[in-house]
């Protein structure tokens, strides 16, 4: 071989791989996602999984190219079954050695809260927790707090602009037995009123079924005993079933919702875009409402940059409050640990030491403060409060605080 | 069936399950096989295959009380919650060790089993479909509402690891081998009960309504199968707590009974063998879907979760619906006939 051509392929050969070394310089960080794209959430799983690819994509430009740091998302499908969680883990730890699972919900939970803690994997739920998940020293967290939490900074709300701090709210909520989550709800609002009697009075639970038929007669034992609002944070079934039963009886008692059953949907579910008009969805995030919010401009960044098609809905803000919030933490691990020391442990450490703020959170999020008593935050924790007029979400209120909610 | 002129030629022959040396040195093979699989499979395999051994003893079960006895069970899953939280309870308040808590769980089960055993002695058919599947509204109901120090209600049980001895089944290789024994006695015990008198009454009773007159005690067998029936479930659902760890209502639904009624189905109603081949089919197809969701779409980026999860799901109730149309006695079914045919081969079956 001649010398000219020899050093010509010696330097194509070295600058291929100073270039592959540049290349693998980036560390890549693996979260597994759990998703239910073939089971009872299916219908509503597109929109969540846009939100969490479209921060990951925001992140890896924004962050992660100058602190050398891809953030990979692999997402499994769980069906929403316990069973399915439970024989895909050893997979996923095995195989993708992830830092961080975003999880979807009680099956889960249920399944891998054991092992979480001895494969040292945090696992982080973008909808409101149980008092069930209450524990000390957990590693499946939720960002937002209980629901019974999220319900109590309502009514304080309620009390304070509706019946001017006067009197007690008496509230009542309809909720179902058929699975302990939904049993829960009614347990956390208790455990609250009991506690702050002087705050809200528990009128009654009414236990019905998760697609109920008609709750004419229970509606009519609420109003009959005065009660100021009717929580629920079950689904839009429920809500419709509830809505009817008023209309029916010419009541008028506010509803408060969550967001995943917000007024938005349940409107649609009744077949009048404004039915729910002067009633409430609320939670410790973002709403979908149509204000102008920081959230809402985050949203819009994220379709024109990012290619998210999500819509602008409570299930696309849950997936990107639960994806800004792990990509916060990666971030802060990768800052105390290096780049290429991020485990899972790691990131579990960070998300207990850090407390995020809305600002930090593109105003999806509160804020966002984990401690080892309580798998959710609590300091933070501040619940939006939105309304339906003329169709359209609306937000009533921002930033309201959450009280204290005895464990149930 | 024997094709004629083979016969046994004593008792011990006759009443034998493992009948020739072939087919020692195959159920020899595939004893070592199964006992060397986590060592030759992957993470995930195993706990598979963990799944699908809890599942088999459940599924083995309802066999009992529905693909012999006839008797219609869409209840099943609510005897496994009895018996995980029978487990639970004793492991939990009692502290009693696991190996005591296992068939605890399936007492309480049996127990469970054979008062809806009482109701299938006098209704049936639909009717029997229906009580049986208040079982699992009335399995939640007590749950939820009785004191949670009795039950956890809402909050459930977690469980500490297994424990025998020195040996702690806190991985999913050692849980492997502690479902495969439960599963071996199980199935095994399956078997004899199954050629017992009791077994014979249980078809009898199922095939026959002159089963009564032949001097069989209809209501009684009935209850019986529902006990025995329940009793695998339980143990099943007693195996499974010690898997997950946790146990809660949520995880013994309506929709787990119909799984299982669908692999008995698959594997072929009156056959303890085809109770496990429907387990392991259905439990592959479920796994596979799973598997191949997200390579499909790493692979094909055009193809978003949505739609290739969603698509996989369909394909899986095609598998179910075809088995229907196509095999309604199952796969055993089709088995036998192979198993007859190769034995009279060349002469036509």
Redesign the interface.
Do not use: C, H
């Given at each position: 071989m001649q010398r000219r051509p020899f050093l010509t392929c010696a330097t194509a050969v070295a600058c291929g791989l100073l270039l592959s070394t540049t290349a693998h310089a980036q560390t890549t960080i693996n979260v597994a996602g759990l998703?239910d794209?073939?089971g009872p959430y299916?219908n509503v799983?597109?929109d969540m999984?846009g939100g969490r690819l479209a921060v990951l994509d925001w992140w890896n430009k924004e962050f992660g190219e100058k602190l050398k740091v891809r953030i990979a998302m692999?997402?499994?499908?769980?069906?929403y079954d316990?069973?399915?969680t439970?024989?895909?883990?050893?997979?996923?730890?095995?195989?993708l050695k992830p830092a961080l699972v975003l999880g979807l919900g009680?099956?889960d939970a249920?399944?891998l809260?054991?092992?979480l803690p001895?494969d040292k994997v945090p696992m982080l739920f973008g909808t409101a927790a149980?008092?069930?998940g209450w524990k000390p020293g957990q590693w499946a967290l939720n960002i937002r707090p209980t629901y019974a939490h999220e319900a109590a900074g309502f009514l304080e709300w309620f009390r304070a602009t509706k019946l001017d701090g006067k009197r007690p709210v008496k509230v009542a909520i309809i909720t179902s037995?058929?699975?302990?989550?939904y049993?829960?709800m009614a347990?956390g609002l208790q455990s609250y009123t009991k506690a702050h009697p002087d705050k809200a009075t528990f009128v009654e639970a009414i236990w019905t079924e998760v697609q109920p038929a008609d709750l004419t007669l229970q509606v009519r034992r609420l109003a009959n005993a005065g009660t100021d609002v009717i929580v629920i944070q079950t689904n839009t079934a429920q809500a419709v079933a509830t809505k009817r039963a008023l209309q029916a009886l010419g009541k008028n008692i506010p509803i408060m919702l969550s967001l995943h059953n917000g007024v938005a949907g349940s409107s649609r579910a009744l077949g009048d875009a404004n039915g729910f008009a002067g009633d409430f969805e609320v939670g410790a995030i973002a709403d979908a409402s149509e204000d102008d919010t920081t959230a809402r401009k985050f949203y819009r960044m994220l379709q024109d940059k990012h290619g998210l098609k999500s819509s602008w809905n409570a299930m696309t803000m849950i997936g990107l409050g639960q994806s800004i919030v792990a990509v916060r933490a990666i971030e802060a691990a990768v800052k105390a640990k290096g780049a290429d020391k991020v485990t899972g442990e790691a990131v579990h450490a960070a998300l207990l030491a850090t407390p995020f703020t809305s600002a930090e959170l593109m105003g999806l999020l509160p804020g966002v403060d984990f401690s080892v008593d309580s798998p959710f935050p609590t300091g933070s924790a501040k619940v939006n409060v939105a309304t339906m007029k003329e169709g359209k979400v609306v937000r009533a209120a921002g930033d309201v605080a959450v009280p204290t909610v005895p464990k149930w | 069936m024997d094709p004629s002129g083979i016969f046994s030629t004593s008792y011990a022959r006759d009443s034998a399950l493992v009948r020739t040396r072939a087919q020692w040195l195959a159920l020899a093979l595939f004893g070592a096989a199964l006992l060397l699989y986590p060592w030759l499979a992957?993470?995930?395999?195993?706990?598979?295959a963990?799944?699908m051994l809890v599942?088999s003893i459940v599924v083995v079960g309802l066999q009992i009380t529905t693909g012999y006895a006839g008797q219609i069970n869409l209840g099943q899953a609510a005897f496994m919650g009895v018996g995980a939280y029978g487990a639970s309870v004793v492991e939990v308040k009692f502290g009693l060790p696991f190996w005591v808590a296992v068939p605890v769980g399936g007492l309480l089960a049996a127990l469970a089993g054979w008062a809806f055993g009482l109701t299938a002695a006098r209704i049936k058919g639909f009717y029997l479909a229906l009580t049986t599947i208040a079982a699992q509204f009335l399995f939640?109901?007590v749950v939820?509402?009785l004191p949670s120090s009795w039950l956890g209600?809402?909050?459930?049980f977690?469980?500490e690891p297994a424990r025998l001895g020195p040996l702690v089944f806190?991985s999913?290789r050692a849980l492997y081998h502690l479902f495969l024994c439960s599963t071996a006695v199980m199935v095994f015990g399956a078997f004899g009960i199954l050629r017992s008198r009791h077994g014979r009454a249980f078809v009898a009773v199922r095939d026959d309504v002159a089963a009564g007159m032949m001097g069989i005690d209809v209501p009684g067998t009935k209850a019986r199968a529902f006990v025995l029936g329940a009793f695998y479930a339980g143990i099943g659902g007693a195996l499974w707590a010690y898997?997950?760890?946790?146990v809660?209502?949520?995880?013994f639904t309506l929709f787990n009974s119909i799984w299982f009624i669908a692999m008995m189905i698959v594997g072929g109603l009156g056959s303890i063998v085809g109770a496990l081949i429907g387990t392991v089919l259905i439990r592959i197809v479920?796994?596979g879907?799973?598997?191949l969701?997200?390579d499909l779409?790493?692979f094909i980026p055009a193809l978003?979760?949505?739609i290739?999860?969603?698509s996989?799901?369909v394909f899986l109730g095609l598998v179910i619906t075809g088995f229907l149309l196509l095999e309604p006695k199952g796969l055993m079914h089709r088995w036998n006939i192979f198993k007859a045919t190769y034995r009279l081969w060349p002469f036509p079956h």
């Open positions: 998703a794209f073939a299916a799983m597109n999984q692999k997402t499994y499908d769980t069906r316990v069973a399915q439970a024989s895909l883990w050893p997979g996923i730890k095995a195989e009680g099956p249920a399944a809260q054991q092992r001895e149980y008092g069930f037995e058929a699975t302990p989550a049993a829960d347990k | 992957s993470p995930r395999l195993v706990a598979v963990n799944l599942t939640v109901f939820l509402n209600g809402v909050n459930g977690s469980l806190d999913d898997q997950i760890r946790f809660s209502v949520d995880q479920q796994e879907i799973t598997t969701g997200p779409i790493e978003s979760s949505d290739v999860f969603a996989m799901n």
